[in-house]
């Protein structure tokens, strides 16, 4: 079972190398990471955007990109639907952002003709590996739907679910987060929260364990958990693979506290796409950059084996 | 300014001894607590409840109590209403619960007669103080209120501001949290924190600097915050001390976040009422009880203070 992102990286080395579409490709920090995810192995770069650019960046870097096809595009709306259209054709398995705004990225992927929607919400997952923490921990969604509603997080879920067995994580435990740990019908949240593990119960969410509502120290403090009433009678204690938040407050306050406190590595993902799409930000580091291009190649490996079957 | 525990120990023994009135005292990890407050000068308990229990935990754990006034009392609800209102009379500085249940402690806080209810609504604090950031943070509402609207909001920055200068910080920095830091009609809360932060800047939130909607980087990660679009036009950089939360979802996965991640030491008290009332949690350390109640007595010191003014 996978538990650390060297975890991952063992998986990807074991997968047919994954082809990267970078979208205005033309940005330091993302030439620096998809040139070392190359060097690394774990994908092999197809650079969209600003030619020229993108080699004096590359030599002003010292960066050997002699192995990465340029498409030549100055024009960021043009050079995202090429790059899109790469993935959605099959010449690339995989689709990251580039010096482009965001607004005009996503715009691609959810391009009708040669983007990479698959008719549902598109969510995102943020894959932690916390010092202290001997498994990879999956809080979804911390940056991308504002308010999922019951049937989001219910779409969330089986989305997360897939991530984490390409993760290999085969029958990931999913813990709907609330302040509290019982229903109380004041509390929206703990109702669904409940709903939803009532559906695992009858198979309709499946390849997973999920309990809920669930408070953060039952969900990932196995020591403070036992001590709890009713410990003994639920499927997670202090054990959860998939953090389910209630919002996108909750999940984002969350994840960057944890940025914030803890030592971790990290790596994060759109869901909801037909083939990964990375859309790390400014601030993410080098290392979650290359994660997140790792993580992205185990998911491209298991929706194309899914695909076979 | 104080930035630590340490110092609010300090401050405490600069107050006047105060007086803890507890209820159902007889309560292993409390009477502990309580005991030890008093052989460091903290405060003087006066114990509410079954007598025989309380002097045989006392033998049991090797606690002096010999110093302690016993009031006898063994029905929680007379116990609670006895030892409230030696608090409500003046006889007592500040308020704890014991072994009885937080339902029939709140309705002792809240009695009409003999309670401590001002007429607004109660609220929670929780002081932090985190290895790694030098000063005191002020968690709200992680525990009590579960959706506090705007007004509420309002008052619980009053509360919180009034913590803060009791341990010492002056001019409070307030952070209302989000998953943003601009202002999106499609996110409530980032509405109401632009409202707040007007308010502040007209005169109407007084004693502090409220900046929000704030993200949690911007809030307490300076150097992640130095590199923000917009930083520089920011009242705070990574250097809130008040986090005010959305909802208590958000706050209190943040808190137990913290709690489970970070070395760090706490204490916690409501807000809002007429004198400090201590409501630990049974998975609460030693420590943190002690600190919640030398917070009460620093609160108590500046409420008594205030009120001769």
Not at 108 to 114: A, G, P, Y
Not at 127 to 152: H, N, W
């Amino acid at each position: 079972m996978s538990t650390t992102f060297d975890d991952i990286l063992a998986r990807v080395n074991q997968c047919s190398k994954k082809k990267l579409a970078v979208a205005a490709a033309e940005d330091e920090p993302v030439l620096e990471a998809v040139a070392e995810a190359q060097r690394r192995g774990i994908a092999d770069p197809i650079l969209v955007g600003d030619e020229a650019k993108i080699r004096e960046i590359a030599l002003g870097l010292g960066i050997d990109i002699s192995k990465m096809p340029i498409i030549k595009e100055t024009d960021h709306e043009q050079a995202a639907l090429k790059a899109v259209s790469l993935v959605h054709n099959g010449e690339a398995d995989m689709y990251m952002k580039g010096i482009l705004d965001s607004k005009t990225f996503l715009r691609s992927v959810l391009n009708k003709e040669v983007g990479l929607r698959t008719g549902k919400a598109l969510s995102h997952v943020c894959v932690f590996e916390i010092e202290g923490i001997k498994r990879l921990l999956f809080l979804t969604d911390v940056a991308f739907m504002p308010y999922p509603s019951l049937a989001d997080k219910e779409t969330i879920i089986n989305y997360t679910v897939d991530v984490a067995k390409a993760c290999g994580v085969l029958m990931p435990k999913v813990a709907p987060l609330a302040a509290v740990e019982v229903v109380n019908e004041k509390m929206p949240v703990t109702v669904e929260a409940a709903q939803l593990t009532k559906w695992n119960e009858e198979g309709r969410i499946k390849d997973c364990i999920v309990d809920g509502p669930l408070s953060m120290d039952l969900a990932i403090d196995p020591t403070a958990a036992q001590h709890k009433a009713g410990a003994d009678k639920r499927k997670i204690v202090g054990d959860a693979d998939i953090l389910l938040f209630p919002d996108i407050h909750a999940g984002n306050l969350v994840y960057k506290t944890i940025v914030r406190l803890a030592t971790f590595k990290n790596g994060c993902i759109l869901t909801g796409t037909k083939a990964p799409v990375i859309l790390t930000s400014r601030s993410d580091s080098f290392e979650t950059k290359i994660n997140s291009i790792a993580l992205a190649a185990v998911v491209a490996e298991h929706l194309q084996q899914q695909k076979m079957q």
